[in-house]
């Protein structure tokens, strides 16, 4: 199983970004896959998680109404659509697979993953 992400970058406060997040190795439509967070110096965040068809999405408190996760599972492709973003968004945001069809209801952001990408750098600054 591979995961690549790609779409970070540098970003000003109140700016957006886009994540994405490749799979191959594995039965996408049949996965949910985690997004996670880890900045310089903070623990490991669970960030946002979706279903294996799409319709079902958790996130985290820090993230709710400005981040949407999405998934198309034609392109084996999931997605983060970052909005307003600020400086304590700043970290390396990798997207994970516990090779399971659903999220943990409850437990999600700190469920273990089987598999992780390299990740992708975000830094958001003035």
């Known amino acids: 199983v591979q995961l690549q992400a790609s779409g970070g970058g540098l970003v000003e406060p109140g700016g957006r970004l886009r994540l994405a997040c490749v799979a191959s190795?594995?039965?996408?439509?049949?996965?949910?896959l985690t997004w996670f967070r880890q900045g310089p110096t903070k623990e490991r965040e669970g960030v946002s998680c979706?279903?294996?068809?799409?319709?079902?999405?958790y996130y985290a408190d820090s993230v709710k109404g400005r981040f949407t996760i999405s998934k198309d599972n034609a392109k084996n492709t999931v997605y983060l659509e970052m909005d307003n973003l600020q400086p304590e968004d700043s970290a390396l945001y990798f997207c994970?697979?516990?090779?399971?069809?659903?999220?943990?209801?409850?437990?999600?952001?700190?469920?273990?993953?089987?598999?992780r990408g390299q990740g992708t750098l975000v830094t958001v600054s003035s």
């Open positions: 994970t697979t516990s090779l399971l069809r659903y999220c943990d209801f409850s437990g999600w952001a700190t469920f273990p993953y089987s598999y």
């Open positions: 190795g594995l039965t996408f439509n049949r996965n949910a």
């Open positions: 979706i279903n294996d068809n799409g319709f079902n999405t």
